[in-house]
């Protein structure tokens, strides 16, 4: 079905919208769940007074950062200062609009569960992280605080470093679904439900470990959060923001985290398919079901992934700075050079030539 | 649409490099770079080289530049100084650019009839197509390209390492 370029435009927006007004409320949340599930792991409650169990705590942390006080120090570098927090926000909202979160299900010719279906998905999604880091880079150095500058120099140099582990981990799902675009990766993994997922069935479990333990580090989280390591650098990068202004690099960083459980999901984990595969596919058959049933497993396995990231920070202890980078460079890239051979050999001996 | 796009970014392209030579700190003559890159980046893809426009993103934009303004940083390198240059500069140069820009613009005009798969709209190469050309066709010099950047990488070792 074919529709004018006047509707496309407004559906396309009221999409946009939604998926913005969504990520950002469950950036929100995935700050309470953070400060709960932390809370659990060192036996205390965490927030619990606003409201049940604490459920409007971050709409009250939003108001109060909204009214305070917007502080700029004397000796920044204005520009730079100003507009690194809102690069570092909009290019972690930006990777959004790739991600597909449901079947395809259009309705007067527009997608409705993904905002852009390109060819190259996967490679926008690692484009605009890599350039994610001139907020923080930026942030750093226009403070003119020694604090946030050596912040930010880790955080550069650790995101340099662990983007190649990156890339290289995506390398075997990529030569498996022989595509870039993530409908068409989530397809190759969709026929028999979880065995045929890439990180059981496809034997890219390796692939995966060293895509989390890089994102973790892309993303600045424990155990790789050394540019915001507060027993040395108070608060790194961000040490001299106030107000909005700190409010958009907290939000930037939770937004990664969704985008990073978003692509596992997508490469590794079928993203919206059903576990049990075509199972139960006849005990849900009206078209609401099938549209609404994929974006319970794919936010299911979102969730996991957010819960997995706050687990993972409330156990696991900082790393030393080489011990950061000889991690990356003398383990990381190696083994995951290993899996491409590897993938790539069991792929000519086992699949036909085509 | 296309060519609006086109001419959008053509604009900031050219915006963005004229700023980088004015600019006089060099942190912001490196995110005029940025832009310039970045830019682009999107006429590939208006040409319709999705893969090129996206490697320019991530190599460009997101892997070479961060180690500029790295460095930037590190030095902290402070305003330049504006000097009034020196007479050779206006007597040789300007004739020289002039001669340059003259010569450039006759070749492309002369051999206009050879761009001709290159133009903007729905067009498309894909990755496949891409990779079908590099690693098939023109396999051999992507191999010898490749052990030369090894070569300038050993180089770069060799003379970073410290004597005995």
């Given at each position: 079905?074919?529709?004018?370029?006047?509707?496309?435009?407004?559906?396309?927006?009221?999409?946009?919208?939604?998926?913005?007004?969504?990520?950002?409320?469950?950036?929100?949340?995935?700050?309470?769940?953070?400060?709960?599930?932390?809370?659990?792991?060192?036996?205390r409650?965490?927030?619990?007074?606003?409201?049940?169990?604490?459920?409007?705590?971050?709409?009250?942390?939003?108001?109060?950062?909204?009214?305070?006080?917007?502080?700029?120090?004397?000796?920044?570098?204005?520009?730079?200062?100003?507009?690194?927090?809102?690069?570092?926000?909009?290019?972690?909202?930006?990777?959004?609009?790739?991600?597909?979160?449901?079947?395809?299900?259009?309705?007067?010719?527009?997608?409705?569960f993904?905002?852009?279906?390109?060819?190259?998905?996967?490679?926008?999604?690692?484009?605009?992280?890599?350039?994610?880091?001139?907020?923080?880079?930026?942030?750093?150095?226009?403070?003119?605080?020694?604090?946030?500058?050596?912040?930010?120099?880790?955080?550069?140099?650790?995101?340099?470093?662990?983007?190649?582990?990156?890339?290289?981990?995506?390398?075997?799902?990529?030569?498996?679904a022989?595509?870039?675009?993530?409908?068409?990766i989530?397809?190759?993994?969709?026929?028999?439900?979880?065995?045929?997922?890439?990180?059981?069935?496809?034997?890219?479990?390796?692939?995966?470990?060293?895509?989390?333990?890089?994102?973790?580090?892309?993303?600045?989280?424990a155990?790789?959060?050394?540019?915001?390591?507060?027993?040395?650098?108070?608060?790194?990068?961000?040490?001299?923001?106030?107000?909005?202004k700190?409010?958009?690099?907290?939000?930037?960083?939770?937004?990664?985290?969704?985008?990073v459980?978003?692509?596992?999901?997508?490469?590794?984990?079928?993203?919206?398919?059903?576990?049990?595969?075509?199972?139960?596919?006849?005990?849900?058959?009206?078209?609401?079901?099938?549209?609404?049933?994929?974006?319970?497993?794919?936010?299911?396995?979102?969730?996991?992934?957010?819960?997995?990231?706050?687990?993972?920070?409330?156990?696991?202890?900082?790393?030393?700075?080489?011990q950061?980078?000889?991690?990356?460079?003398?383990?990381?890239?190696?083994?995951?050079?290993?899996?491409?051979?590897?993938?790539?050999?069991?792929?000519?001996?086992?699949?036909?030539?085509q | 649409?296309?060519?609006?796009?086109?001419?959008?970014?053509?604009?900031?392209?050219?915006?963005?490099?004229?700023?980088?030579?004015?600019?006089?700190?060099?942190?912001?003559?490196?995110?005029?770079?940025?832009?310039?890159?970045?830019?682009?980046?999107?006429?590939?893809?208006?040409?319709?080289?999705?893969?090129?426009?996206?490697?320019?993103?991530?190599?460009?934009?997101?892997?070479?530049?961060?180690?500029?303004?790295?460095?930037?940083?590190?030095?902290?390198?402070?305003?330049?100084?504006?000097?009034?240059?020196?007479?050779?500069?206006?007597?040789?140069?300007?004739?020289?650019?002039?001669?340059?820009?003259?010569?450039?613009t006759?070749?492309?005009?002369?051999?206009?009839?050879?761009?001709?798969?290159?133009?903007?709209?729905?067009?498309?190469?894909?990755?496949?197509?891409?990779?079908?050309?590099?690693?098939?066709?023109?396999?051999?010099?992507?191999?010898?390209?490749?052990?030369?950047?090894?070569?300038?990488?050993?180089?770069?070792?060799?003379?970073?390492r410290?004597?005995?």
């Amino acid at each position: 079905m074919e529709t004018g370029f006047v509707p496309f435009v407004i559906i396309s927006i009221a999409k946009i919208l939604v998926v913005v007004v969504i990520l950002l409320m469950s950036v929100a949340y995935t700050v309470l769940l953070e400060r709960k599930l932390v809370g659990r792991i060192q036996n205390r409650w965490g927030p619990s007074r606003v409201g049940p169990f604490g459920l409007l705590q971050p709409l009250v942390d939003g108001a109060k950062l909204f009214l305070k006080e917007d502080l700029m120090p004397t000796a920044v570098y204005r520009p730079l200062y100003i507009i690194a927090p809102m690069i570092a926000l909009s290019c972690a909202l930006m990777s959004i609009a790739v991600v597909p979160f449901g079947a395809n299900i259009t309705w007067h010719g527009v997608d409705l569960f993904q905002i852009a279906d390109v060819n190259i998905g996967l490679l926008v999604i690692l484009g605009i992280t890599s350039v994610g880091v001139y907020g923080i880079a930026l942030s750093g150095w226009s403070s003119n605080n020694k604090y946030s500058l050596l912040g930010s120099l880790r955080a550069s140099a650790q995101v340099i470093s662990y983007e190649l582990a990156l890339g290289l981990s995506l390398v075997g799902v990529v030569m498996r679904a022989g595509t870039f675009r993530l409908r068409d990766i989530v397809d190759v993994q969709a026929t028999h439900g979880l065995i045929s997922w890439n990180f059981f069935g496809g034997f890219q479990f390796v692939a995966f470990f060293i895509y989390l333990m890089a994102a973790y580090a892309e993303t600045n989280r424990a155990p790789f959060d050394l540019p915001e390591a507060e027993s040395e650098l108070t608060a790194g990068y961000h040490t001299e923001y106030s107000s909005m202004k700190f409010a958009m690099f907290f939000m930037a960083e939770y937004a990664n985290m969704i985008t990073v459980g978003c692509v596992a999901t997508l490469l590794f984990f079928g993203g919206w398919t059903s576990p049990f595969g075509h199972l139960f596919d006849n005990l849900l058959t009206g078209i609401v079901a099938q549209a609404v049933l994929p974006v319970f497993w794919f936010v299911l396995k979102v969730f996991f992934f957010l819960f997995l990231y706050i687990w993972v920070r409330g156990t696991l202890p900082r790393f030393r700075y080489d011990q950061l980078m000889g991690f990356g460079w003398k383990f990381l890239v190696p083994v995951a050079i290993a899996n491409i051979v590897v993938t790539s050999l069991w792929m000519g001996i086992l699949l036909p030539v085509q | 649409m296309h060519l609006a796009l086109f001419i959008i970014f053509g604009a900031l392209c050219v915006a963005g490099a004229l700023n980088l030579l004015f600019q006089r700190h060099p942190i912001n003559s490196a995110l005029s770079l940025i832009v310039v890159m970045s830019s682009l980046a999107v006429l590939y893809l208006l040409l319709g080289a999705e893969f090129l426009a996206a490697a320019q993103v991530i190599v460009y934009s997101g892997a070479i530049m961060v180690l500029f303004t790295f460095v930037i940083m590190l030095l902290n390198a402070g305003a330049e100084e504006r000097t009034h240059g020196s007479k050779m500069a206006y007597i040789a140069g300007i004739p020289g650019a002039a001669i340059l820009v003259a010569l450039l613009t006759f070749v492309f005009l002369s051999n206009r009839g050879s761009f001709a798969q290159a133009r903007i709209g729905d067009y498309l190469v894909t990755t496949r197509d891409l990779s079908q050309v590099l690693f098939r066709d023109l396999l051999l010099p992507f191999e010898v390209t490749s052990v030369l950047i090894l070569i300038a990488i050993l180089g770069a070792v060799a003379l970073a390492r410290k004597e005995h």
